[in-house]
């Protein structure tokens, strides 16, 4: 029954290779493609090292994937193709936290490389040539855009949840909060394990979620903005009560990410910080009881 429900799962993300297997079978032979599913019940997130700007992979057991994020080029689509198998083409969601270029400009090769479940995004528009890209692949390949709103979860094969906290408190930039406020929030929760993904989001909106969510706690902390001092409030971090700091940021950016205040604050937290920029990409392996790190370098 499990080989049934793994073939349907591989029929459905690639017919040729379905077809391949089921030559095998016919032959007599048992056809084992390193990370072409997982058996281990693991979840593995990676941080890409992509410059000034977020990619984020989510990989679920048994081989269900969520991207959040893309960077400012197409660097993340060469990433794909190390973390994830290759005959697996099939991505279940591509989350656009907010439409600012370090975002969302790798997303458009993303959905013309894979197939793509949906693509997540805000309800603001952006008029900019980036975030009018990432709406015309997304139509061309007809696939389905959802707007995000707090309170949704996806659920997965395996348990675990992608649940949104907050879709910004504005509206548009127009009515004069940062866009970046406006940032997609999620929790990434695999069994007792957190990982709370906070885009570009800045204090006012930690504040809210720290109202709204009053027991929310997260091991793992993708840190807000790439360490500018608009996020990661000592509050924050007070009520989150993080273990981990990942802090995807570019070396030698011309804004001074991560701030010192940020890391003042993490370390006074006693929170363990991993940057992109110095480690290159930073993986979360977990069985959902217990996480590791690994880092590039």
């Known amino acids: ?17 379905s077809g391949l297997i089921a030559l095998l079978a016919v032959s007599g032979l048992m056809l084992f493609a390193s990370g072409s599913f997982s058996s281990s019940g693991q979840m593995r997130v990676t941080f890409f090292d992509i410059g000034q700007g977020d ?36 991505i279940d ?15 458009a090769e993303v959905m013309r490389t894979y197939r793509v479940g949906m693509l997540l995004i805000l309800a603001v528009d952006r008029d900019t040539s980036e975030y009018d890209e990432l709406i015309a692949v997304a139509r061309q390949y007809s696939i389905p855009i959802k ?27 127009e009515d004069g909060t ?24 800045g204090v006012a909106v930690e504040h809210e979620i720290v109202a709204h969510y009053p027991l929310l706690k997260a091991q793992i902390l993708k840190v807000g903005h790439h360490g500018s001092r608009t996020s990661t409030s000592k509050a924050f971090l007070d009520a989150i009560k993080p273990e981990v700091a990942i802090i995807s940021v ?12 940020v890391m003042k604050n993490l370390k006074e937290n006693d929170v363990a910080i991993y940057r992109t920029d110095m480690q290159g990409d930073i993986t979360v392996t977990s069985d959902g009881a217990h996480y590791e790190i690994t880092t590039q370098y």
Do not use: C, W
């Open 250 to 261: 570019g070396a030698d950016n011309s804004y001074g990410h991560p701030h010192k205040e």
């Open 55 to 90: 990619a984020i992979h989510l990989r679920l057991p048994p081989n269900q994937d969520i991207i959040v994020d893309g960077g400012r080029s197409n660097r993340v689509v060469e990433k794909l193709g190390s973390a994830m198998p290759l005959f697996d083409r099939y």
């Open 178 to 201: 940062p866009l970046n406020d406006s940032s997609i929030v999620a929790m990434m929760k695999y069994q007792d394990i957190a990982i709370l993904l906070t885009g570009d989001a």
């Open 93 to 107: 969601i591509v989350v656009a936290t907010h439409p600012d270029a370090d975002h969302i400009t790798g997303l």
């Open 147 to 173: 707007t995000a709103q707090a309170g949704q979860i996806y659920q997965f094969v395996s348990g675990a949840r992608f649940e949104i906290l907050s879709s910004g408190g504005a509206q548009d930039a």
């Open 1 to 17: 029954m499990i080989a049934k429900k793994i073939f349907a799962r591989i029929a459905a993300r690639s017919p040729i290779l």
